[in-house]
């Protein structure tokens, strides 16, 4: 690259908002997956739509990779620069433009963080229903991306489902408008597509959400278990009597005893299992629905039965279960997490089936999971320093991923295919599917300048070199689901 | 010419033998599916329900499966469609559904055709037989298809196979339809009723200045529910219960209301309502405002047009809107604004690269 193309960059972006020295690279060399590392050209911070759009064109004058990114938080590389290539650090273009509640229409920029979104909208009394457990930091530009879910998906849904409009800049730099403000549609759900292409076809410059009106009720119960099978059928059970909860989660007993010493949830410590269900709705329906429930409850042989009596202990409930990750991430000093998806009723087979690998594999796996929609989040425990651990954790996640296809389901359920899991997608789809959306890919960014080397197998495999806690979990400031 | 393609190969090959194809399963919105010179395909023998668990809260069926069927046998298990498809008396399928993009009422309380379809098989326009989505109520691998195909009128390929999310139904259901003295006074009712913490399942906005508001829930929970409507409202109305509520759902969703007349779906938010209605009520041939009906809190509309398809066209870009011809003979069936773009145009070339399927 010569210097005057990365000049002409430098007239659209005034200094110190174009970083090319190694030192200001640094933190922009891997996202959550720290194990992937790669050195970008540089880093462009633009404070618009209108400098993204410029540098975009710059991109595709030149030919030159361009990865967008929000806060870095992709857990399976999706905003890894690519090497040689430019990352657009979207971070400052984090304004709301438009809140009207009166439509329950909410217009942000992509680095808007996701959990301010609810904060502009609570005054309201609206929130933003999706929420990812990284939402304090993560921005709605990563989250449309990857279409981010969350616990609360199973009744209203992932970010697809929120997403009524965005404006968007083409990998060519032209700018187009998919979908508008309202709910309906004539014509092709273009928007449907962008969603969740995980940043393949273009940088998302404003986006259009929908609010929902808070829930006036939670009723959040706690169920024990002395076995697995009975909070996997505990669950089926639930479904069966015709409710739909907004939140159904399971931890196993390595999570719980990892949870209660992080962060002292007052959760049962024999439990092997542990059930949060959570109602939300109208009051006189959720009251009428708790009742519902507890006899399901009853009937599922749960051995320990904790309600929570105001919001304080919701709140305790859910810090447990939000906290499993990062607490169990303290008893190993590394561990792989994994986000495969089986059908519901295949949960039990699933988990026992991840027992017998981990004996197998002489790697503990923690469990906890979105058991409502199926959505595991196996926990790979590993010792980075002992030779050959990382490379067996790494062949237990891809057997777990593929014993999810297998039973029916899908390598990804919300963290997206990114850089890590691209070689486990022939795993699912057929060469012609593959190939349907690489010829769409592309029509849409002929040179691949979009993310390039994403999603899609094949180029260079890259190694795991080492797993660890996000910066902001050592924190505190974020945990996973 | 018709070609009755009841198999997936058979499919494949008219798609390669013929130069230009239009889909038809169930025929009722014939707008849609109508001969237009070009070969059609009659998928209608492509019928058939591939699995349902109803645990899973997941179905797979083959395209031309009427939803009658897809009804029947979800409220077996007292589970439902929670988007509600329109014309299911008709004969329409879940296919023509998908294609057209069509949801109904109760799409207001969880979503549209577009939050449910999870899975999709079809055959593009080089005939390969290809695949997006899964049969699981999560998944974000790989391009969301099942999304595009909502809405694509048969222009990016042929359905063949769908997946969808369903949900259980209601134990219990019951109306209030209410009328106000004037369409603000309604409309506003209607915006507040949005936003508040009140769960409906259908929230419709009757022209000229009435709500027809659907509960649903446990039995038990009705009655209080009710009256705290009836007290959000400070206002009576008349209450709907039983099998009469539930034909008149059932008759709204298949259409009843339009007298057999052209009818027009427009997409659109609650502020543009009142300026339309007036540039409906001036057009040159004004249907009566019974033969419209505004779904989830005025972001759909479905209306009768009795007048020239040029002034219907013009009269929605002048609100900047855009609509779609379920049934009518215009010259093409999208009307009002036109929101082409170069994305658009680009992955449409890449499923369709002949344009075998362009209207
Ligand atoms: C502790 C922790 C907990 C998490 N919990 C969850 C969870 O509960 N559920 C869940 O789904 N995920 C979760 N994640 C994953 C991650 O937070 C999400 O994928 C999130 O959406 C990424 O947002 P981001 O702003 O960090 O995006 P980045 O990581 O910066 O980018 C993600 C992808 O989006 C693309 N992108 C970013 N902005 C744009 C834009 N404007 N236009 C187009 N493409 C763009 C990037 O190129 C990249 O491919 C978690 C991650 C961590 C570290």
Redo the contacts between chains.
């Keep these: 690259m010569s210097k005057e193309v990365l000049q002409e960059l430098s007239k659209l972006l005034p200094a110190g908002r174009l970083l090319t020295a190694a030192a200001a690279l640094s933190p922009y060399q891997s996202d959550a997956l720290t194990a992937f590392k790669a050195k970008p050209l540089a880093v462009a911070l633009p404070e618009s739509a209108g400098e993204v759009i410029e540098t975009v064109r710059w991109c595709a004058k030149h030919q030159i990779p361009f990865v967008a990114r929000g806060s870095g938080t992709s857990l399976s590389g999706g905003s890894l620069p690519i090497d040689g290539g430019l990352v657009i650090g979207l971070n400052r273009l984090n304004r709301i433009l438009k809140l009207d509640?009166?439509?329950?229409v909410a217009v942000v920029e992509p680095g808007v963080v996701n959990l301010d979104v609810s904060k502009a909208a609570a005054p309201?009394?609206?929130y933003y229903a999706p929420d990812p457990s990284s939402q304090p930091v993560s921005t709605i530009g990563g989250n449309l991306a990857?279409?981010s879910?969350g616990a609360h998906?199973?009744?209203?849904?992932?970010t697809?489902?929120h997403v009524l409009g965005a404006k968007?800049v083409?990998p060519?730099g032209?700018v187009?408008?998919?979908g508008?403000?309202?709910?309906?549609?004539?014509?092709?759900?273009?928007l449907?597509?962008?969603?969740?292409?995980e940043g393949l076809?273009?940088v998302a410059l404003e986006i259009k959400l929908r609010l929902l009106?808070?829930?006036?009720k939670y009723h959040t119960v706690l169920a024990a278990y002395d076995s697995l099978e009975k909070a996997g059928s505990a669950v089926?059970m639930v479904?069966?009597s015709?409710?739909?909860p907004g939140a159904m989660e399971i931890m196993d007993s390595l999570a719980i005893e990892a949870a209660e010493a992080a962060v002292q949830a007052g959760y049962p410590q024999d439990a092997k299992a542990l059930l949060i269900v959570e109602l939300e709705?109208?009051?006189?329906?959720v009251?009428?629905?708790a009742r519902?429930l507890s006899e399901v409850i009853e009937a599922s042989r749960a051995y320990k039965v904790q309600i929570a009596r105001n919001e304080a202990e919701r709140a305790k409930i859910w810090k447990g279960r939000k906290a499993a990750f990062s607490a169990v991430g303290r008893l190993s000093p590394d561990y792989i997490v994994q986000d495969g998806?089986?059908?519901?009723?295949k949960l039990g087979q699933a988990l026992s089936e991840i027992e017998k690998l981990s004996l197998r594999y002489g790697l503990r796996v923690a469990n906890v999971f979105?058991a409502g929609?199926?959505?595991l989040h196996p926990l790979i425990l590993y010792d980075g320093r002992v030779p050959g651990e990382l490379e067996r954790g790494e062949e237990l996640a891809g057997e777990i991923l593929k014993l999810c296809v297998a039973l029916?389901?899908?390598?990804?359920?919300?963290?997206?295919?990114g850089m890590e899991?691209k070689r486990y997608?022939p795993a699912?789809?057929?060469e012609?599917?593959?190939?349907?959306?690489r010829?769409?890919?592309?029509?849409?960014d002929p040179h691949e300048l979009s993310n390039r080397g994403k999603?899609f197998p094949g180029g260079e495999a890259e190694a795991l070199v080492r797993q660890g806690l996000h910066p902001l979990e050592k924190r505190g400031v974020i945990s996973r689901e | 010419m018709v070609i009755k393609t009841p198999t997936i190969p058979e499919i494949q090959e008219a798609v390669k033998a013929q130069p230009r194809l239009l889909c038809r399963a169930g025929g009722s919105k014939q707008a849609l599916s109508g001969a237009d010179g070009s070969v059609t395909l009659d998928v209608s023998g492509l019928s058939g329900v591939l699995e349902y668990q109803a645990g899973e809260f997941v179905f797979t069926a083959l395209a031309g499966t009427p939803l009658l069927e897809i009804e029947k046998m979800l409220s077996e298990k007292g589970q439902y469609l929670p988007f509600d498809p329109p014309l299911a008396d008709a004969g329409a399928t879940l296919g023509g559904t998908v294609a057209a993009g069509l949801s109904g009422p109760m799409r207001w309380r969880y979503g549209g055709v577009r939050d449910f379809i999870l899975g999709v098989k079809f055959v593009d326009g080089e005939g390969s037989l290809v695949r997006g989505g899964g049969r699981v109520v999560k998944n974000a691998a790989g391009f969301d298809l099942p999304k595009l195909m909502v809405g694509s009128l048969g222009r990016l390929g042929v359905l063949v196979e769908l997946s969808f999310k369903v949900f259980p139904a209601p134990q219990a259901t019951r109306t209030l339809r209410v009328a106000f003295g004037r369409l603000e006074e309604a409309l506003e009712a209607c915006l507040r009723l949005a936003a508040s913490a009140i769960e409906l399942y259908a929230l419709d906005f009757e022209p000229p200045a009435g709500l027809a508001l659907r509960l649903g829930g446990l039995e038990k929970a009705l009655e209080e529910r009710s009256r705290r409507l009836w007290s959000f409202l400070g206002k009576d109305g008349e209450l709907l219960e039983g099998e009469r509520e539930a034909r008149y759902w059932r008759g709204i969703n298949n259409f009843g209301w339009a007298g057999g007349k052209p009818l027009v779906k427009v997409a659109l938010t609650p502020k543009k309502i009142a300026g339309l209605e007036a540039a409906l009520l001036h057009s040159s041939n004004p249907l009566p405002s019974s033969t419209r009906r505004y779904h989830a809190a005025g972001h759909l509309l479905y209306m009768a047009w009795d007048g020239s398809w040029t002034e219907l066209d013009t009269l929605l870009k002048t609100q900047g809107l855009a609509g779609l011809v379920l049934a009518g003979n215009p010259l093409s069936p999208a009307l009002g604004i036109n929101s082409a773009h170069p994305f658009g145009e680009r992955a449409t070339r890449a499923l369709d690269p002949q344009g075998k399927f362009a209207r």
């Design positions: 509640p009166k439509e329950r309201f009394g609206l990857f279409n879910g998906c199973l009744k209203y849904g992932m697809s489902n968007v083409l060519t032209e187009v408008e998919l508008g403000e309202s709910l309906e549609n004539t014509g092709p759900d273009w449907g597509l962008f969603v969740g292409s076809m273009g009106p808070k829930p006036e089926a479904v069966a015709g409710l739909l709705g109208e009051t006189l329906e009251e009428a629905e519902h998806v089986v059908p519901r009723s979105h929609d199926g959505n029916g389901g899908s390598i990804t359920g919300e963290h997206g295919v899991k997608l699912m789809f057929a012609a599917d593959i190939e349907l959306m010829k769409i890919r592309q029509s849409v999603m």
